[in-house]
């Protein structure tokens, strides 16, 4: 069997191509070929992957980036991929016509500028569509991008990360696909285990509270740091991450007489030894997909407590659901963040047994086999 991972504008640094790692890597030991395919140039090359310099998609070529920035202008990002799909899409073909590919899988963005030539091909879905950007906008673009969704969602083969994924995007977006599955990201439970028994990042407590990601409005780290506020601080509060939202972070967190107590240590590259020393993980978000950091921290053996944005009700099951909480909701968020050190609950990669990459390759298999029918 010989698949395609289409990941785009994606590189290897990125979330898109380290969610899929596992599963591409399994698929092969099965004795499947499986090429990442990127149009942004991902740096050295990996095995058989291919970086294709898709005109007036790669930023790498003048000429491109100059087309891009011409019609993006006119059109607006999104319109300007819908516009021009065709284009991407021949260019994609004819790049991979002569790699005689059993099935292709377009994951994340990719299926935007690539709409019009998926066929029979399978996208696979990573989050919230309606949640995390249609539902930001006000006036006449907020009906212009949905209905611009449902075009280019509408019969389609989606595969979605999470249950709530398919919700956005069959009740919220109003999309209807030929078919619309759930294929969770998969894990390879050793090599996490493996990098999070590293040594952990230097200056940090001896124990604490445990936050990742980018501060921008999706995460609600403005959120956590008030429900924080009002519980009994029994450890200090760490937050990853770098971004423009940063600086209100912390000046919140000095207006509510927390910034002794809150700790923003930025942009962590080797983060996983971080979750085996913290007390408790807390996802705070409006909108997820399937939030890989609760993963890592169930496996590290981390409790967690999070709001019921995206796959957290897939991911945090039967006696660990009740340290979810509603979004949004400060006190509720501080009074579970207070009971679960009382009694913490023993967590385990048996938590999310079903995310192993092994069961997940199968899946895609199964998927692969059935692109013709």
């Not at 380290?18 to 499947?32: M, Q």
């Not at 980036?65 to 991407?88: E, M, N, Q």
């Not at 389609?156 to 999470?162: I, Q």
């Not at 407590?205 to 501060?215: D, E, F, T, V």
Request: net charge positive.
């Amino acid at each position: 069997m010989k698949i395609a991972f289409i990941l785009g504008g994606s590189t290897y640094e990125q979330s898109l191509y380290r969610v899929t790692f596992d599963v591409a890597n399994e698929l092969r030991t099965k004795g499947s070929e499986v090429d990442c395919v990127f149009w942004e140039n991902p740096g050295a090359l990996k095995g058989n992957d291919k970086f294709l310099p898709i005109f007036g998609l790669c930023k790498d070529r003048r000429r491109s980036k100059l087309f891009a920035k011409l019609f993006t202008a006119i059109f607006g990002k999104h319109g300007y991929y819908y516009i021009f799909s065709k284009l991407f899409s021949r260019q994609l073909n004819l790049a991979l016509g002569q790699e005689g590919y059993d099935a292709i899988f377009f994951h994340g963005q990719s299926c935007i500028p690539m709409h019009a030539g998926i066929g029979n091909n399978y996208v696979i879905v990573h989050s919230c569509k309606y949640e995390n950007f249609i539902a930001r906008h006000r006036g006449l673009k907020k009906p212009f991008y949905r209905w611009l969704y449902q075009k280019i969602y509408s019969g389609k083969k989606l595969l979605t990360v999470s249950d709530d994924v398919a919700n956005d995007m069959v009740h919220k977006i109003g999309a209807r696909p030929r078919s619309i599955e759930t294929i969770h990201n998969g894990f390879d439970f050793a090599r996490l285990g493996r990098e999070i028994a590293a040594p952990e990042p230097a200056g940090l407590p001896a124990a604490y509270l445990m936050a990742a990601g980018r501060p921008d409005r999706t995460k609600r780290f403005d959120l956590l740091i008030r429900a924080y506020a009002k519980t009994r601080k029994d450890y200090p509060l760490v937050i990853f991450g770098n971004g423009k939202l940063l600086g209100q972070l912390k000046e919140l967190a000095r207006q509510l007489q927390v910034s002794d107590h809150v700790i923003f240590p930025g942009f962590c590259p080797d983060i996983l030894p971080a979750f085996r020393h913290a007390k408790l993980y807390v996802s705070s978000s409006d909108v997820e997909g399937l939030p890989t950091v609760i993963v890592e921290s169930l496996i590290a053996g981390t409790p967690v407590v999070a709001t019921d944005a995206g796959g957290s009700n897939e991911l945090l099951a039967g006696e660990l659901s009740r340290w979810i909480v509603p979004r949004g909701d400060v006190d509720a968020l501080a009074k579970a963040i207070d009971d679960i050190l009382l009694t913490p609950p023993s967590v385990s990669e048996k938590n999310v047994a079903f995310l192993d990459h092994r069961l997940i390759a199968n899946q895609y298999l199964r998927y692969a086999e059935q692109v013709n029918e």
